[in-house]
T-cell receptor, first 112, second 115 residues
Framework: QKEVEQDPGPLSVPEGAIVSLNCTYS??????FMWYRQYSRKGPELLMY????GNKEDGRFTAQVDKSSKYISLFIRDSQPSDSATYLC????????????FGKGTLLTVNP | SAVISQKPSRDICQRGTSLTIQCQVD?????MFWYRQQPGQSLTLIAT?????????ESGFVIDKFPISRPNLTFSTLTVSNMSPEDSSIYLC????????????FGPGTRLTVT
């Protein structure tokens, strides 16, 4: 079993839809959880980061972490064509363990 | 967040040769990281580079193949040595920072094709 599982999609939605992106993980030592957005031929851009379980909201984006289920989600409200990109989940342990473990990424297309 | 640049942005190289990738950050950072992103695969950490000490390599990556330099707090290089087509990938550097202290920020990447 891979440490981090992420459905690669592709996911295609109409403009204005609510998008749900998810990752599951197996390593209970993970404490920090991040979502990156990567446009074609660009580096990953940090979107959201959370520590431990709970929700975090930033504009149209909401990140959720459920450590009991080892499940994290990113919700995008009122999706826009400019949201079309690959979304990568990433996570790491605590303390001096800096290594990020990534999912494979989900390719999202928002159609106007 | 830090502004990170990489050179070259892309290159096409012949097998058996070596390529050195540069990473420059606009602020001083303690830790820099080098990742590889192969098509259809997760980003994978190659090594962690601290200024003034030897880089720490992840399982499956060795110094002879991926030598790293970290001469100061704003700069690092990764060399891909004796390249084969299997080394064709995107190579990314990243740094830790931000308000919470555990975020990682990435450079734009170097797209390498080995023929």
């Amino acid at each position: 079993q891979k440490e981090v599982e992420q459905d690669p999609g592709p996911l295609s939605v109409p403009e204005g839809a609510i998008v749900s992106l998810n990752c599951t993980y197996s390593n209970s030592a993970f404490q920090y959880f991040m979502w990156y957005r990567q446009y074609s031929r660009k580096g990953p851009e940090l979107l959201m980061y959370t520590y431990s379980s709970g929700n975090k909201e930033d504009g149209r984006f909401t990140a959720q972490v459920d450590k009991s289920s080892k499940y994290i989600s990113l919700f995008i409200r009122d999706s826009q064509p400019s949201d079309s990109a690959t979304y990568l989940c990433a996570m790491r342990g605590g303390g001096s363990n800096y290594k990020l473990t990534f999912g494979k990424g989900t390719l999202l297309t928002v159609n106007p | 967040s830090a502004v990170i640049s990489q050179k070259p942005s892309r290159d096409i190289c012949q097998r058996g040769t070596s390529l050195t990738i540069q990473c420059q950050v606009d602020s001083q950072v303690t830790m820099m990281f080098w990742y590889r992103q192969q098509p259809g695969q997760s980003l994978t950490l190659i090594a962690t580079a601290n200024q003034g000490s030897e880089a720490t390599y992840e399982s499956g990556f060795v110094i002879d193949k991926f030598p790293i330099s970290r001469p100061n707090l704003t700069f690092s290089t990764l060399t891909v040595s004796n390249m084969s087509p299997e080394d064709s990938s995107i190579y990314l550097c990243s740094v830790e920072g931000g308000l919470a202290g555990y975020e990682q920020y990435f450079g734009p990447g170097t797209r390498l094709t080995v023929t």
